[in-house]
């Protein structure tokens, strides 16, 4: 049985895709980060980043407890043979370095292109443009990938699918035209429309069905230091 600490957001989103994808057995515990709960006690021994998702394998050969969704996705990954290659193919590696583009580029960036232009309390220009432009050069980049491929890292779906999907989900609140991408738009509908997706997105709509940014959460998210 695996425990994921979850709350849907698009990292929370790429766990329950795979869990969904997989079959296997899992619990949500949910963590409301805008309401603070990602600062309690029991939740910091398990991710001290105070972030979410978070997992609790209890597994048979002793408890593994993971944060950081590219971590998470990997041993997921590993667990269950399969959307990850085996060790030290060319396949693999094909993955991973799609995987980490999105931890690293895709999913700071769009999240701070999220930030400045809904969130901020002041509308800064320069910082909008900023984000917004480098959210669409890194749409050029994932387009020009699947302009001759048909998923992401290859010719098979993947774990890196399943981690750039969701930070594509709110391309309009991003300034991005998915008209302009070709090729990355027919991989997103692809990928929409996928069972397991589908079942990820409503376990995410009902926990949580009208999201709204309070001023309240916007003092827990953004008031840290």
């Known amino acids: 049985m695996i425990d994921l600490y979850y709350w849907p957001t698009p990292n929370g989103h790429k766990i329950v895709i795979f869990l969904e994808e997989t079959g296997l057995e899992y619990k ?4 409301n980060i805008a309401k603070g709960e990602q600062f309690n006690p029991d939740f910091l021994k398990i991710s001290p980043n105070n972030k979410i998702p978070a997992i609790v394998d209890h ?4 408890i593994i407890a993971l944060f ?6 990997e041993y997921l990954a590993d667990k269950r ?22 931890v690293a580029g895709l999913g700071p960036m769009a999240g701070q292109n999220h930030h400045f232009s809904q969130y901020a309390p002041e509308r800064i ?17 994932l387009n020009q990938q699947l302009s001759s491929n048909p998923f992401v890292a290859g010719r098979e779906y993947s774990i890196a699918d399943m981690a750039i999907y969701p930070w594509i989900v709110p391309y309009e609140r991003q300034g991005i035209d998915i008209n ?10 692809k990928i929409q429309q996928r069972p397991a997706v589908l079942r990820a997105n409503k376990k995410g709509e009902e926990m949580n069905p ?14 840290q230091r």
């Open 125 to 141: 220009p320069y910082a909008i443009k900023r984000y917004q432009d480098e959210t669409h050069r890194l749409y050029r980049v």
């Open 210 to 223: 009208k999201p709204a940014m309070t001023e309240e959460a916007k003092k827990v998210l953004f008031g």
């Open 68 to 73: 950081e969704s590219g971590a998470i996705l």
């Open 81 to 102: 043979e399969m959307f990850l290659p085996v060790q030290h193919s060319a396949e693999r590696y094909a993955v991973l370095k799609w995987l980490y583009w999105q």
């Open 180 to 189: 302009e991408f070709q090729a990355l738009k027919n991989w997103f509908e």
């Open 59 to 62: 597994a048979p050969e002793g």
């Open 28 to 31: 949500i515990i949910p963590v």
